[in-house]
């Protein structure tokens, strides 16, 4: 069974960084960061396969960087720049589709998630 496991979580001022990581126990050609605010619908973050290709929505593509170690089974999230609207439950997934989007039909895999709150 696929497990995934987040942390990093936390406070931080606007303007400041966040660093979260997920790690699985297997290896998934993809992995991704999505959040959910209280009464919203989940979104998609970030993603990347196994080959380093990563792929941001635009609303944090020019803020925040996804990476994968070698083995590819851990996915980390480097949030500069963070954001009070940044402010969600972070949520890693994993599905095994050869193409790797931020889209929430895509995983099956899910992490219990990591909350991030930014103050102004």
């Known amino acids: 069974q696929v497990q995934l496991a987040e942390s990093g979580g936390g406070s931080v001022q606007a303007g400041g960084s966040l660093r979260l990581t997920c790690t699985a126990n297997?290896?998934?050609?993809?992995m991704g960061w999505f959040r959910q605010i209280p009464g919203k619908e989940r979104e998609g973050v970030a993603c990347?396969?196994?080959?380093?290709?990563?792929s941001l929505v635009d609303s944090v593509k020019d803020r925040f960087t996804i990476s994968r170690d070698v083995a590819g089974k851990t996915l980390t999230l480097l949030m500069n720049n963070a954001k009070p609207e940044d402010s969600a439950m972070y949520y890693c997934?994993?599905?095994?589709?050869?193409?790797?989007?931020?889209?929430?039909?895509?995983?099956?895999?899910w992490g219990r998630g990591t909350q991030v709150t930014v103050s102004s």
């Open positions: 297997y290896q998934l050609p993809c």
């Open positions: 990347m396969d196994v080959l380093g290709r990563p």
């Open positions: 997934a994993a599905n095994s589709r050869g193409t790797c989007r931020p889209e929430i039909s895509d995983y099956v895999h």
